[in-house]
């Protein structure tokens, strides 16, 4: 199981740049000792971006000898995962772009965590399990999801594939997230096992105050709200749309899908 | 099927085809052959995915594991779902699905079976490049067996419609044995170093590679490996003594949103051609590829056309890249596509998806299907129509209307009664009489003779096409 990454102090302010500034020249101005700290953000960015997770690691290594706070490569995580997002869902990004993009953020989870670890900071992003039902082993499909939600500013935590009630049970029961996302590929997982995990997880809900948004091909809005999901994302966007809304209390069942 | 046998029975459909007018029918065989080599059949052709269908749909009482081992049970499943349903091509006969079909539990793959799920890959194998060299071509033994010997008795006994064997293609194949993720990440890992600028990068890129167990290049080796594996997998249907003409080899994960069309063309593309050149004596039915728009489905045309090399694909539109709405229907602008293949002198493959064929009213479906055909009808274009799956709680009964809907509408008419002008509808072909045009219900009637003719088009036309009449 993994855990949530990103952990965000109290203090701490956001970059105030944005991804819409001018290119970057990385070859010119990375030049070792004497960097200039706002191009190292932006090569990092456009790393994650491009899915150079080969590059990844030495820029890295530079940033934390340079005693960054880890919290400041979070929120370059964040913006970087929240363009890569808008680009795939514009179809200038693909699948394995994603996946490249997503084993950057991997190895940045896995230098970073010990470092916010140790100076103890606090989490105040809210959290969200999610995972592919039981007897279902699609796992592309939810982790779009995944990092659609990571850009929106959650700590996603993908339980990953052939999820049991009980294993999600337990991931309430540890995490107290407050959204629950389930994904179904097959028409029978969603038939069979998504229907099941809704019914499962059910009885917890006044206890843990969570929601459940349901998604994958083969479901549909009406089979969404038949089973008793609290919301439906046919897609990423729509995935990070319903969680919006049902947190804002204003999701509408008629009026949230594409059509 | 030998080429000979084939030969007879496109040349026998031809002329059967031509005769039409004087009442002669075609035999889905021959329907589906006409379909396949690019030219007009009598009506538009069918297709069903049998292993898509939930075998509860056909019988409550049976589950998966029920059809794994038993040849009988899987027979006569067939045989209900032919009986009920006009169809013409049968495809993935096996219940125990085309992944294990295609070998896949016999090359290695785990699996997990469960009376209520389809039989699903739990686990990949090919975790580093080292473990290629482990991997065998399937023997004929256990489910893959079963699969042979179900596709030999169906074609034994249900001669009368095409049944292709169905194998799951080379990049695909991939996906299970290697994993999506993996394959994708080989792909890319490949990709930059082809294109790195600096010996320092290409050797970051091999570091890389090293800590994931592979190399950069491993991409373009376990394609050609992968491939080897599909045609060894044919190879052993001929061994079983199966006629694989109307082959079709399912690349799955090849398309958008996996990777783009480019990258598709430039690094998978070239694998699969040089397979399917093995292949092509045997009339492959198609490598399925789905590109997920209009626009990306020219520059495949474009690209076939560029290179003047016949491009080996059923080109589907499908719920894993045309984004699906919340009514389970694709975002597929069916009427755009048929032109377009029309443009390109392609045959079209329009799909319906499960999701649909469940949620959707009849009147919905009828008129879903109803459109399509008559737009393949009005474009005069050789289109295959398939419900892409059914699950064990759609109403049968939705089905019935979908081949109805085909049926009804999906008659091409003969080059005779191709276009009809806005004045030549006026006038009675019988009797010369005036007719009375009702373009709301795109009927001809003559109050003279009560000839009754349906056609496709409207008003803003400049000719209609019939599509059914009656004298």
Same mark, same amino acid.
């Given at each position: 199981m993994r855990k949530p990454f990103s952990t965000i102090h109290e203090n701490y302010k956001p970059l105030n740049f944005t991804i819409e500034e001018a290119p970057i020249d990385y070859q010119t101005?990375?030049?070792?000792?004497?960097?200039?700290?706002?191009?190292?953000?932006?090569?990092?960015?456009?790393?994650?971006?491009?899915?150079?997770?080969?590059?990844?690691?030495?820029?890295?290594?530079?940033?934390?000898?340079?005693?960054?706070?880890?919290?400041?490569?979070?929120?370059?995580?964040?913006?970087?995962?929240?363009?890569?997002?808008?680009?795939?869902?514009?179809?200038?990004?693909?699948?394995?772009?994603?996946?490249?993009?997503?084993?950057?953020?991997?190895?940045?989870?896995?230098?970073?965590?010990?470092?916010?670890?140790?100076?103890?900071?606090?989490?105040?992003?809210?959290?969200?399990?999610?995972?592919?039902?039981?007897?279902?082993?699609?796992?592309?499909?939810?982790?779009?999801?995944?990092l659609f939600l990571e850009g929106a500013g959650y700590d996603v935590i993908n339980l990953g594939v052939d999820i049991s009630p009980d294993q999600f049970i337990e991931a309430i029961q540890q995490h107290h997230p407050v959204f629950i996302g389930l994904s179904a590929w097959l028409d029978t997982t969603a038939n069979f096992s998504l229907r099941q995990t809704i019914q499962a997880l059910d009885p917890l809900r006044s206890e843990y105050h969570f929601k459940i948004i349901v998604g994958g091909p083969s479901v549909t809005r009406k089979f969404a709200k038949e089973i008793g999901a609290d919301g439906y994302g046919n897609n990423a966007e729509e995935a990070v749309q319903a969680v919006t809304q049902l947190k804002e209390g204003c999701y509408n069942w008629e009026l949230t899908s594409v059509e | 099927m030998g080429l000979l046998k084939l030969l007879k029975l496109v040349i026998k459909a031809s002329i059967k085809n031509k005769l039409r007018g004087f009442g002669v029918k075609l035999t889905p065989l021959e329907r589906i052959l006409l379909f396949n080599l690019n030219k007009i059949p009598d009506r538009v052709a069918t297709i069903l995915a049998v292993a898509n269908i939930h075998p509860q749909f056909i019988d409550p009482s049976l589950s998966w594991v029920d059809l794994l081992h038993d040849v009988d049970k899987n027979v006569e499943l067939t045989k209900k779902l032919y009986k009920r349903y006009p169809v013409d091509s049968l495809t993935m006969l096996y219940w125990g699905g085309p992944l294990l079909g295609s070998g896949l539990y016999e090359m290695g793959v785990p699996f997990q079976f469960t009376e209520w799920n389809y039989p699903t890959n739990t686990d990949n194998i090919i975790k580093i490049a080292d473990d290629m060299d482990n991997i065998h071509p399937p023997e004929i033994e256990g489910y893959f067996e079963t699969s042979l010997q179900v596709f030999c008795k169906v074609q034994e006994e249900l001669p009368t419609i095409m049944v292709s064997p169905f194998l799951t293609s080379t990049f695909t194949l991939g996906c299970f044995l290697r994993s999506t993720e993996?394959?994708?990440?080989?792909?890319?890992?490949?990709?930059?170093?082809?294109?790195?600028?600096?010996?320092?990068?290409?050797?970051?890129?091999?570091d890389y590679c090293q800590n994931l167990g592979s190399y950069p290049t491993f991409f373009m080796d376990e394609m050609k490996t992968?491939?080897?594996?599909?045609?060894?997998?044919?190879?052993?249907?001929?061994?079983?003594?199966?006629?694989?003409?109307?082959?079709?080899?399912?690349?799955?994960?090849?398309?958008? %949103?996996?990777?783009?069309?480019?990258?598709?063309?430039?690094?998978?593309?070239?694998?699969?051609? +040089?397979? /399917?050149?093995? #292949? &092509?004596?045997?009339?492959?039915?198609?490598?399925?590829?789905?590109?997920?728009?209009?626009?990306?489905?020219?520059?495949?045309?474009?690209?076939?056309?560029?290179?003047?090399?016949?491009?080996?694909?059923?080109?589907?539109?499908?719920?894993?890249?045309?984004?699906?709405?919340?009514?389970?229907?694709?975002?597929?602008?069916?009427?755009?596509?048929?032109?377009?293949?029309?443009?390109?002198?392609? %045959?079209?493959?329009?799909?319906?998806?499960?999701?649909?064929?469940?949620?959707?009213?009849?009147? +919905?479906? /009828?008129?879903? #299907? &109803?459109?399509?055909?008559?737009?393949?009808?009005?474009?005069?274009?050789?289109?295959?129509?398939?419900p892409a799956a059914l699950t064990n709680d759609t109403d049968p009964e939705k089905v019935d209307v979908f081949f109805q809907a085909v049926c009804e509408h999906g008659n091409y008419t003969l080059p005779f009664y191709r276009k009809h002008t806005k004045q030549q509808l006026q006038e009675c072909p019988v009797c010369q009489q005036p007719t009375e045009v009702c373009y709301e219900d795109r009927k001809v009637i003559c109050p003279s003779c009560h000839y009754t003719a349906r056609f496709a088009g409207d008003e803003h036309m400049d000719y209609a096409v019939i599509i059914h009449e009656h004298n």
């Open positions: 101005k990375f030049t070792g000792d004497t960097f200039d700290l706002i191009t190292l953000y932006e090569q990092l960015r456009d790393m994650i971006i491009k899915g150079e997770s080969h590059l990844i690691q030495e820029l890295l290594s530079q940033l934390l000898k340079a005693n960054i706070d880890p919290l400041r490569i979070l929120d370059i995580v964040s913006v970087a995962m929240n363009t890569v997002g808008q680009r795939f869902s514009t179809r200038e990004l693909f699948i394995a772009d994603l996946w490249m993009a997503a084993r950057c953020v991997e190895l940045i989870k896995n230098a970073i965590e010990p470092l916010i670890k140790s100076q103890g900071l606090t989490t105040k992003r809210e959290t969200i399990v999610m995972g592919t039902v039981e007897g279902d082993v699609h796992s592309i499909g939810p982790k779009i999801v995944e | 993996l394959l994708l990440e080989d792909l890319k890992c490949y990709q930059r170093y082809m294109q790195a600028e600096s010996e320092r990068e290409k050797r970051q890129i091999e992968y491939s080897e594996l599909v045609l060894t997998t044919l190879q052993r249907y001929k061994e079983y003594g199966i006629d694989p003409t109307g082959c079709v080899f399912w690349e799955l994960y090849a398309s958008p %949103p996996s990777l783009d069309i480019d990258e598709f063309l430039t690094y998978v593309y070239p694998h699969i051609y +040089e397979m /399917y050149k093995s #292949v &092509k004596r045997y009339h492959p039915l198609g490598i399925t590829y789905y590109p997920d728009s209009v626009e990306r489905w020219r520059i495949l045309f474009d690209y076939a056309a560029r290179d003047k090399q016949y491009l080996p694909t059923i080109s589907l539109p499908a719920a894993i890249t045309f984004p699906i709405n919340a009514n389970g229907d694709l975002e597929c602008d069916h009427q755009a596509m048929i032109r377009l293949c029309k443009e390109y002198d392609q %045959p079209y493959t329009a799909t319906i998806l499960p999701y649909f064929m469940r949620d959707a009213s009849k009147e +919905e479906i /009828y008129q879903k #299907v &109803k459109d399509i055909a008559e737009a393949s009808v009005q474009a005069h274009l050789p289109v295959l129509i398939s």
